[in-house]
């Protein structure tokens, strides 16, 4: 049976439950207990929600490249698309569980002349499982390691969804030189109240940081030397990312920035009403306040749709984009 990646805290707040973050491996069950909040099964099934989702796959014309890049000692899968003298390179990350398939209708919808990069994060897809611990870091050092066997020097726009919104912005802090825009598409928020099996009932996942080390991204062993497999490291790496953003004040400078927000939510089960009320409001209210990030920035709510923004509204996804890419051939303001 083939493992993915999850740790025991889940976004609630959105539309799909999936879990958040990648960290210690767990295998595939047929039955989840959630003490916390009563839900049996239903984490499992709304897991794999994103996946039925990708059964249809457009593509725009244009000459498609899809291939394993191997990094290390594992293959990513990547998909491109447009031409490879484009003057600007879309890259996709997708959110937990997902895969390069997400963006296939976004990607139709984007101008032949640009070129577009979506890619399956180890253990996911068609891709190879990676070393262990599957951190944040990892991650997005490993695409850092992607774009570079496959020649993307840059400029690129970041396109990020969900936990997907996190991993573009670490990309942005620790390898943004040629990081030229970025939109988010409902994505986590570092301080989001999350539903926590491991902490029995809901928490902001980062103030359970007590300081662990997280081991430093590599490619040279299947399992970091550093790695403490009872350990699980997305708290330090939520906490982190809020320090920096602090600390930073607007860490995206003027790069454009747009952040697409769900107009859906759906209560969770066992969540009380006047708690799932004050919840949805911070969520909201947090994804709106990500456009701080930059001074060149554009909030967009999308009222008919919930996480899955990119399936249910492939065409708002694309209009930002093409929003950002306007904004940095013009240099003028979103």
């Known amino acids: ?5 999850i740790t025991c805290h889940y976004n609630f707040l959105d539309k799909a439950i999936r879990p958040e973050c990648c960290g210690r491996l767990y295998k595939p069950v047929l039955r989840l207990d ?17 996946m039925a989702y990708a059964q249809v796959n457009p593509i725009r014309s244009g ?13 990513l899968f990547v998909s491109s698309n447009g031409p490879q003298d484009a003057r600007l390179t879309v890259v996709f990350e997708s959110g937990a569980g997902g895969s390069s398939k997400d963006w296939a209708q976004v990607s139709m919808l984007l101008p032949s002349t640009v070129r577009t990069i979506a890619y399956d994060r180890a253990g996911l897809g068609k891709s190879e ?10 991650e ?10 496959a020649h993307i020097k840059g400029p690129i726009i970041l396109v990020g969804q969900s936990i997907g919104g996190l991993l573009v912005r670490l990309y942005t802090e620790r390898y943004g030189k040629n990081v ?6 409902d994505p986590t928020h570092e301080s989001s109240m999350l539903g926590s099996i491991k902490y029995g009932g809901w928490v902001r996942l980062r103030e359970k940081a007590v300081g662990k080390v997280i081991p430093k991204p590599q490619l040279k062993n299947k399992v970091n ?37 769900a107009g859906k939510r759906n209560q969770p089960p066992g969540t009380p009403d006047e708690q799932w009320k004050l919840l949805r409001a911070e969520r909201d209210k947090q994804v709106q306040d990500l456009t701080l990030l930059s001074t060149n920035s554009k909030f967009i709510l999308d009222s008919n749709s919930g996480h899955l923004i990119h399936y249910d509204n492939p065409k708002i996804v694309a209009k930002a984009i093409k929003m950002v890419i306007r904004s940095i051939e013009t240099k003028k303001k979103l």
């Open 1 to 5: 049976m083939n493992t993915f990646h």
């Open 34 to 50: 959630f003490p916390c909040l009563g839900l049996q099964f239903t984490m499992l099934l709304l897991f794999f929600t994103q």
């Open 63 to 75: 000459s498609l490249n899809e291939r394993l890049v191997k990094i290390g000692f594992h293959n």
């Open 180 to 185: 030229a825009g970025l939109v988010l598409v």
């Open 129 to 138: 499982a990676g070393p262990q611990p599957r951190t944040m870091a990892q």
């Open 225 to 261: 030397p550093a790695y403490d497999a009872a350990a699980d490291y997305i708290a330090e790496e939520f906490q982190k990312i809020y320090l920096f953003s602090m600390k930073n004040g607007q860490p995206l400078v003027n790069r454009p920035l747009v952040v697409i927000g």
């Open 140 to 149: 997005v050092f490993e695409l850092h390691r992607l774009l570079k066997k």
